[in-house]
């Protein structure tokens, strides 16, 4: 990277499109500590689980219908599934299935799911191109690194007014990593950049339906697509993100440059990644966990709650307050039917939000005894739980990080358990240990053949 490349002036906003496309393309390989790059193992791991765990749900069945009506050519696999499609779809539907069940990684000061569009847009590619394992890691760490910059920029104003931020920036992410397995130059990753930022996809509206997980799938077919017309000599304003009617200043009024420009290369945010034991929204997880805690420290049965008061961040009840979910999507918005499955039965993985467990009496009748309010002391991060007892007990706990949080994160066991969790019931025991192992030593595979021999049916 220039000197002098953020000391320039557009406006009053740095060269950001030049800055980080000389970022991506100039950073040596592996150029970070090894923590990093265990990070970005374990958000491949994550992301790749979640994937194949949702392939069969009716939500990747429609959009793979949608695709083949297209009458796509056989570059690409769909993880967890024997059709093959274009890579353009490919990148698609890996999003669109990694973020089904809600269950994938977080970037939590931003809320984005960064490995959605990004690994699903790299993979794609990578399968064409035979990357290595190494070079497909490059690529993760990178475009990650754009994702959650151009995020830290504009959070929060921008989720506020009511963008999906996973899709919004993803497509950025996602160009960024494909320029880098292209190895594309300067010049046209920013281009690459440019085109990208015309195409943010994404709104809150849509929580709790299918098209919510369309907007990484969207993303990373969006940022693939962007990085080959570059790459085909398609061309776009080389100041596209930090322009004055630009992406940034376009679609939120708060515009930190210093969040996107501080530490690069330094810092990489995928080191801040998260990951989650509970299938849902992230401002669900500490009233799940202090309900969990309650639960299982004092082996509370159903019968035995009278009543659960929850204190919690004002954007609990924004995102999450479904007093009565109909289906399993709308499920992961309730912090109601969240914290009776966590009371009920220890848990809130997939298995707790089918269509028909939010239709369970005996979870219907749980979920009726619990009672929200948003109190300005709680932080976004905690959760006050307060359990009455039938018997006159009061239980009580706060929880100021929740399991899978950065102050509390998951363990690589723990990311295992999850990995088996959902890739078993899909590929079977010996496939899901044989795919675990690749990617648990991704930084060392030639190729990635034995990755999709045993990620796909």
């Known amino acids: ?48 689980g979640c994937a194949i765990g949702a392939s069969g749900h009716p939500t990747l069945a429609a959009a793979l219908a949608a695709v083949a009506d297209l009458e796509p050519s056989s570059q690409a696999s769909v993880l967890g599934r024997m059709e093959r499609v274009d890579i353009a779809s490919a990148a698609f539907l890996n999003g669109i ?38 070079d497909l890691l490059d690529s993760l760490v990178l475009g990650v690194d754009v994702s959650c910059r151009i995020g830290n920029m504009i959070y929060p104003d ?27 130059d300067v010049a046209h990753t920013v281009m690459a950049l440019g085109i990208a930022a015309s195409q943010p996809v994404g709104l809150r509206e849509q929580f709790g339906t299918m098209t919510k997980p369309m907007h990484p799938g969207a993303a990373a077919r969006a940022g693939l697509m962007s990085a080959l017309l570059a790459a085909h000599g398609f061309t776009a304003s080389p100041h596209a993100i930090e322009a004055p009617r630009g992406y940034a200043q376009t679609i939120s009024t708060k515009v930190d440059w210093n969040e996107a420009t501080d530490e690069l290369g330094k810092r990489f945010e995928i080191s801040f990644n998260t990951f ?67 009371l009920m039965f220890g848990a809130a993985g997939e298995s707790e939000y089918s269509d028909a467990m939010v239709k369970r009496p005996d979870v219907m009748a749980l979920r009726d005894r619990i009672h929200a309010v948003v109190d300005n002391s709680i932080a976004e991060s905690a959760a006050d739980v307060l ?40 590929l079977g025991s010996t496939k899901a240990a044989s795919l675990r192992d690749v990617c648990w030593n991704l930084s060392e595979q030639p190729n990635l053949v034995a990755l999709f021999r045993a990620g796909c049916p």
């Not at 499109?17 to 970005?40: C, I, N, R």
């Not at 039938?390 to 102050?407: F, N, Q, W, Y």
Request: hydrophobic residues 40%; neutral net charge.
């Open 97 to 134: 299935s990694s973020h089904t069940f809600d269950f994938d990684d977080t970037h939590l000061k931003t809320i984005i799911h960064p490995a959605g569009p990004v690994a699903s847009a790299i993979l794609a590619l990578a399968e064409k191109q035979r990357s290595s394992g190494r």
């Open 276 to 342: 989650k034991p509970f299938a849902c929204g992230i401002v669900i997880h500490p009233s799940i966990d202090g309900c969990v805690r309650l639960r299982n420290a004092h082996g509370l049965q159903p019968d035995q709650i009278a009543k659960v008061d929850l204190k919690v961040h004002g954007l609990v009840l924004e995102l999450t307050g479904k007093k009565t979910p109909r289906t399993g999507l709308e499920g992961k918005f309730s912090v109601y039917h969240s914290c009776a499955v966590g």
């Open 158 to 184: 921008h989720y506020d007014r009511g963008w999906h931020i996973t899709g919004t920036t993803g497509m950025l992410g996602a160009a960024a990593g494909c320029a880098r397995l292209l190895n594309l």
């Open 387 to 426: 359990i009455t007892c039938t018997d006159g007990r009061k239980l009580h706990v706060l929880v100021e990080h929740a399991i899978g949080s950065t102050e509390n994160p998951m363990t690589d066991a723990q990311l295992d358990a999850k990995f088996n969790g959902l890739v078993e019931p899909v």
């Open 1 to 48: 990277m220039t000197v002098n490349t953020f000391a320039k002036a557009c406006t009053d906003a740095p060269l950001l499109t030049q800055g980080l496309a000389e970022f991506v393309v100039s950073h040596p390989s592996q150029g970070w500590d090894a923590d990093v790059d265990h990070a970005a193992h374990r958000t491949f791991i994550n992301w790749l």
